[in-house]
């Protein structure tokens, strides 16, 4: 029987611990707060930053909107940036991506101090998180770690293969598993033989960016898939990487899209802001 990996049941168990952690905090006088900053109205970015929003509000933290003009320089950006920096009472930033083309990404993520970068996009977060030390721990990745551990998978000693090399999916993902004892093979555009070499895995963590590409030949018998994925389709039904219809049936566990990996993402979010760099 394959394990459906109940993504948006885990997220809300996160996030319940974390508003009672927030309302013990609350207890000693400690605020939580949030800073989000969105330059434009790109549709997409604001459906994102109103959830961000409302898990702030459900879980107790003060969240603090800058909703800026498409048109900012990347200067005013930088400035507000540099505000929040100094703010005492401000506990993390994100910076909602993408950026209108005058603010060149990279300056804004470096000028984020390192120990409010709830995102884990700065280089001081990814560095740590390469040589062991605390830090912030981009979200999708972190989530999918608690999806496997509350799932009761052992992550130690498996073989587990990461499908992508993004700098927020991919290579996050590879270093997690590692941390967690996994032996880990991280695959791209130019990896030979892919299929042969997902084969191999026991846990398969597809973040690919193509819809429904991974099907039952490129799947161990009884491995466990998460699919990072998130498409719509042609009916604008959302699907994922992995074709789960196809794939379902030879896994011990995988997670659905929807209500799998997405809901972790403003859950782990919400987690670095409450609990810093772990
Ligand atoms: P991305 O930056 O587009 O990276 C895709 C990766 O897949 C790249 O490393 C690419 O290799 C590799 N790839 C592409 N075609 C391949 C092929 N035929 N064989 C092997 N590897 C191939 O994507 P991303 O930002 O990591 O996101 C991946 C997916 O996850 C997207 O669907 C995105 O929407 C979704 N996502 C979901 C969440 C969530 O909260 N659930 C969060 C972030 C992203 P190269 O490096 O060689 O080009």
């Avoid at 101090?113 to 030390?133: E, Q």
């Avoid at 608690?146 to 799932?151: D, F, G, I, N, V």
């Avoid at 590409?213 to 898939?225: P, S």
């Amino acid at each position: 029987m394959t394990q459906i990996i109940d993504g948006k049941k885990i997220s809300k168990e996160i996030k319940d611990e974390l508003k009672e952690k927030v309302s013990a905090l609350a207890a000693e006088g400690i605020e939580k707060c949030l800073a989000v900053i969105q330059v434009g109205a790109d549709p997409a970015s604001s459906v994102y930053v109103n959830n961000k929003k409302k898990a702030c509000e459900y879980i107790g933290i003060r969240s603090l909107a800058y909703e800026l003009p498409a048109e900012t320089t990347e200067e005013e950006l930088l400035e507000l940036i540099r505000e929040l920096n100094g703010r005492a009472d401000v506990d993390g930033m994100i910076v909602q991506l993408p950026l209108p083309a005058q603010i060149n990404e990279e300056r804004v993520l470096l000028a984020i101090d390192p120990a409010k970068d709830v995102d884990g996009f700065h280089p001081m977060s990814v560095g740590n998180l390469s040589i062991g030390r605390p830090g912030f721990v981009s979200c999708t990745p972190a989530g999918i770690i608690q999806l496997l551990k509350r799932s009761g998978i052992e992550i130690s000693g498996k073989e587990c293969v990461v499908i992508g090399r993004s700098n927020i999916v991919g290579k996050p993902m590879g270093m997690l598993l590692l941390r967690e004892n996994g032996t880990v093979t991280i695959c791209h555009s130019r990896t030979k033989d892919l299929r042969q070499v997902c084969k191999r895995a026991d846990i398969l963590v597809v973040a690919i960016g193509k819809p429904l590409f991974i099907d039952e030949t490129y799947v161990k018998e009884g491995a466990v898939v998460i699919d990072v994925g998130i498409h719509r389709d042609e009916n604008n039904k959302l699907c994922g990487d992995v074709d789960f219809e196809r794939v379902a049936p030879h896994c011990s566990a995988i997670t659905p899209v929807p209500g799998g990996v997405g809901p972790m993402t403003i859950a782990m979010l919400m987690s670095n802001c409450v609990f810093g760099p772990q």
